[in-house]
């Protein structure tokens, strides 16, 4: 059974930071790129950065140089760290592993399962 399981949102000001995490199943971890998508209000989910196994990683143009996705293969865990956050950051969060290099949306790591978990809400707002 898939498990996935994000934390680590909440409400911060413009240019703060937040640290998210997801917890997967191992067994879906271990073998596979894992994501970071967010769905805003309104708008349709999109790839936020995703990483793969052997640790190469890509991102949205709209987090380049603000976001930094890693991955802890030991506790099958994968992190977002975000920094100088802004109003449009505002989103839902979700983790998903991911199909290495196949489309979804504007981005090159597609969700493996239609499955998703809670999701962490983040709020950018002063």
């Known amino acids: 059974q898939v498990q996935l399981v994000e934390s680590g949102g909440g409400l911060v000001q413009p240019g703060g930071s937040l640290r998210l995490s997801c917890a997967a199943s191992g067994s879906i971890f271990s073998i596979n790129a894992m994501g970071w998508y967010r769905q805003a209000p309104g708008k349709q989910r999109e790839l936020v950065a995703a990483?793969?196994?052997?640790?190469?990683?890509i991102y949205a143009d709209s987090v380049k140089g603000r976001f930094t996705i890693s991955r802890d293969n030991a506790k099958h865990t994968v992190y977002l760290q975000m920094n100088s956050l802004k109003p449009e950051d505002t989103a839902v969060y979700y983790c998903n592993p991911c199909l290495w290099g196949n489309y979804y949306r504007a981005g090159r790591c597609a969700p493996v399962y239609d499955y998703w978990g809670q999701g962490t809400q983040v709020t950018v707002s002063s």
């Open positions: 990483i793969h196994t052997g640790g190469s990683t």
